[in-house]
C-alpha cells in the first residue's frame, strides 16, 4: 500500500489536521471562541477530507476499477497525450471537494514510465485542463497492454501526490497517490477495450467497473 492511513484517514492529511487542531485548541484555551469555532470546523472538515474508506471489488483480470471517486465528464476517441503514440479511448473523472481524493491503480500492472507536467491551474472539468493544467501521467503494462492513467490538478488543487515509479508493481485498487482540493483522472485505454460506464454516472475508486481491456 503506497498511500497509509490510520484511524480511516491517509496520513497525507494529518498534518493539516494537526495545525487546524492545535490552532482550535489554544484558542478555546484563551476563549478566543470567535477563532476556536471556525478552526474546529476545519478540523473536522479535514479529517472528513482525508477519510480513506476501504473499497472491494470482485471481478476478471481485465476488468479495470475507477481510479478516483467523482463523476465522468468526458468519453472519447482522442490520441495519446505523451508516452505512447497512437489513438486511444479517454474516460475522465472529475473529482470536486466531496470526494475521496485517493488515488486508485485501476488494473494489476508495472509501471513502465511516468511523466510530470508543470502547468496551470483552470477548472478541471475543462476540456483543455487535460493538456494545459500541471499532471502527473502514469504509463502502465498490464500483461502486455499499455494504460496510461493521469492524476490532473484543479483550479483549487495545488498538490498532486504520486508514489509510484519505473518498475513498481501494484495490484488493482492498490492506493498509489491522490490530488488534494478538487481535480481530475484521465485514463487512456486501447480502441478494443469495452466501456462500463456513461457520462454523468457517478464513480468510486477501487469499486467501480470502468470497463475491460
Not at 479529517?47 to 476488468?63: A, K, L, N, T
Not at 498509489?176 to 469495452?194: A, E, H, T
Request: a positive charge.
Amino acid at each position: 500500500m503506497k498511500v497509509k492511513k490510520y484511524l480511516g484517514v491517509c496520513l497525507d492529511g494529518y498534518p493539516f489536521v494537526a495545525v487546524f487542531l492545535v490552532i482550535a485548541l489554544l484558542s478555546f484555551f484563551f476563549k478566543s471562541y470567535w477563532v476556536a469555532i471556525p478552526f474546529g470546523i476545519l478540523t473536522l472538515w479535514c479529517i472528513w477530507f482525508f477519510r480513506d474508506p476501504e473499497r472491494q471489488f470482485e471481478g476478471g483480470e481485465h476488468v479495470l476499477v475507477s481510479p478516483a471517486d467523482g463523476k465522468i465528464i468526458e468519453i472519447k476517441e482522442v490520441d495519446y497525450p505523451y508516452l505512447i503514440q497512437g489513438r486511444a479511448l479517454k474516460v475522465s473523472i472529475f473529482m470536486n471537494i466531496f470526494n475521496v481524493h485517493v488515488n486508485r491503480f485501476p488494473l494489476s500492472g508495472t509501471v513502465l514510465e511516468t511523466k510530470y507536467f508543470e502547468g496551470s491551474f483552470m477548472g478541471a472539468f475543462k476540456e483543455k485542463a487535460s493538456l494545459e493544467n500541471e499532471q502527473m501521467g502514469v504509463l502502465i503494462d498490464h500483461k502486455g497492454t499499455s494504460i496510461l492513467f493521469i492524476q490532473i490538478a484543479g483550479l483549487i488543487a495545488r498538490r498532486i501526490i504520486c508514489r509510484v515509479k519505473k518498475g513498481d508493481t501494484l495490484a488493482r485498487g492498490e492506493r498509489f497517490g491522490l490530488i488534494r482540493f478538487g481535480s481530475r483522472v484521465d485514463v487512456y485505454l486501447p480502441l478494443n477495450s469495452k466501456i462500463a460506464v456513461n457520462i454523468g454516472q457517478k464513480v468510486f475508486a477501487g469499486h467501480t467497473k470502468l470497463g475491460e481491456v
